[in-house]
């Protein structure tokens, strides 16, 4: 069993930034896929960046040129968020999985994160 905790989360102002982070405990196993996802209140969970040995890093497009996505051990994953926009607001998730492959449909990942909430005021 894998538990992930994610932390970082607040209200910022539309402009502002944040850094979420998420650390992973349990059977662990370097080169597991690992993501962040968000929730809007309505909407369905999306994808907004990952990191696998395949492909490496990957982002949505509304995540592209804003937010950025390290792995700076295998157990921990950080994600910069630059540049908040009112439409970022959601909960968001951190998920991972054995595969060493970085899928972008959140039923890929095995194990998920409770959440972390951003709210950006516009």
């Known amino acids: 069993q894998v538990h992930l905790l994610e932390s970082g989360g607040g209200l910022v102002q539309a402009g502002g930034s944040l850094n979420l982070s998420c650390v992973a405990s349990?059977?662990?196993?370097?080169?597991?896929?690992m993501a962040w996802f968000r929730q809007a209140p309505g909407k369905e969970r999306e994808f907004v960046a990952g990191?696998?040995?395949?492909?490496?890093t990957h982002y949505s497009d509304s995540a592209k040129d804003r937010f950025t996505i390290s792995r700076p051990g295998s157990t921990r994953m950080t994600l910069q968020m630059n540049g908040l926009k009112p439409e970022d607001t959601a909960v968001y998730y951190c998920?991972?999985?054995?595969?060493?492959?970085?899928?972008?449909?959140?039923?890929?990942?095995?194990?998920w994160g409770q959440g972390t909430q951003v709210t950006v005021a516009s």
């Open positions: 349990g059977r662990t196993s370097s080169g597991e896929s």
């Open positions: 990191t696998a040995r395949r492909p490496g």
């Open positions: 998920a991972r999985d054995p595969s060493t492959i970085l899928y972008t449909t959140p039923s890929r990942y095995r194990y």
